[in-house]
């Protein structure tokens, strides 16, 4: 079943603060992330495991929430850069199925 | 490395007329995935593959389509006959799967179907 990302789109100005949402109905293994830009593929930001872990890259982090099935992306001091459509992938025990949640549309302006 | 290669880059083709898009992972990876996105859909996993076997193939979306990888090197996804429904961007995407887990990306083949 589809994670479900939050919120659909958001508008930042440069310099501030998003937090993107990832939740599932089911028991979670890990949790992917990935940043795609308009035209291109999906580029890996960064993997959590089981274990409630937490995880840096520059400026973006994320944590997961095992119990509660809930991952979140945290990108502060936007920049310019980090503009594009953020996805969370979430596998179950047991398997290399990525599901993929719809994405969260992020558009930094200047 | 080159990393993921998918060709062709673009395809449009008339309903009816079968379509074959290739994959060559990256060297040393053991699982590969072929993905379609669209706008309603999002990205889907279509079907993948370790160590060149095919695991688990429920995304496909019907007899229309089918997957080969007969060799750790080359993977094929043909749609017969194609549909103008089937338009989408497909990816192909390979790992190393049991180390990091993560998934390299191809470039895509945006196909178009008339």
């Known amino acids: 079943q589809q994670p479900v990302q939050s919120p659909q789109a958001v508008i930042l100005r440069e310099g501030e603060d998003a937090v993107i949402n990832c939740s599932s109905s089911?028991?979670?293994?890990?949790v992917h992330w990935y940043r795609q830009k308009h035209g291109e593929a999906p580029i890996f930001l960064m993997i959590?495991?089981?274990?409630?872990e937490q995880k840096g890259h520059d400026k973006i982090s994320a944590s997961f929430n095992e119990k509660k099935q809930q991952s979140s992306l945290y990108l502060t001091a936007s920049q310019l850069s980090y503009s594009g459509t953020y996805f969370c992938?979430?596998?179950?025990?047991?398997?290399?199925?990525?599901?993929f949640g719809a994405g969260t549309r992020l558009f930094v302006k200047a | 490395d080159a990393g993921v290669i998918q060709s062709p880059r673009h395809e449009v083709t008339e309903m009816g007329q079968e379509v074959t898009l290739r994959c060559k992972p990256i060297?040393?990876?053991?699982?590969l995935f072929w993905y379609r996105q669209t706008m309603m859909r999002g990205l889907e996993l279509l079907i993948y593959?370790?160590?060149?076997?095919?695991?688990?193939d429920s995304g496909m979306p019907e007899d229309r389509f089918s997957a080969k990888m007969p060799n750790a090197s080359f993977s094929t996804l043909k749609i017969q006959p194609s549909e103008p429904r089937d338009s989408a961007v497909y990816f192909c995407?390979?790992?190393?799967?049991?180390?990091?887990?993560?998934?390299?990306f191809g470039p895509g083949t945006r196909l178009t179907v008339l």
């Open positions: 995407a390979s790992s190393l799967e049991g180390q990091t887990n993560e998934q390299f």
């Open positions: 089911k028991a979670l293994y890990s």
């Open positions: 959590l495991l089981k274990g409630g």
């Open positions: 992938g979430t596998r179950v025990t047991g398997g290399f199925k990525t599901i």
């Open positions: 060297s040393g990876h053991n699982s």
């Open positions: 593959f370790n160590n060149n076997v095919p695991i688990d």
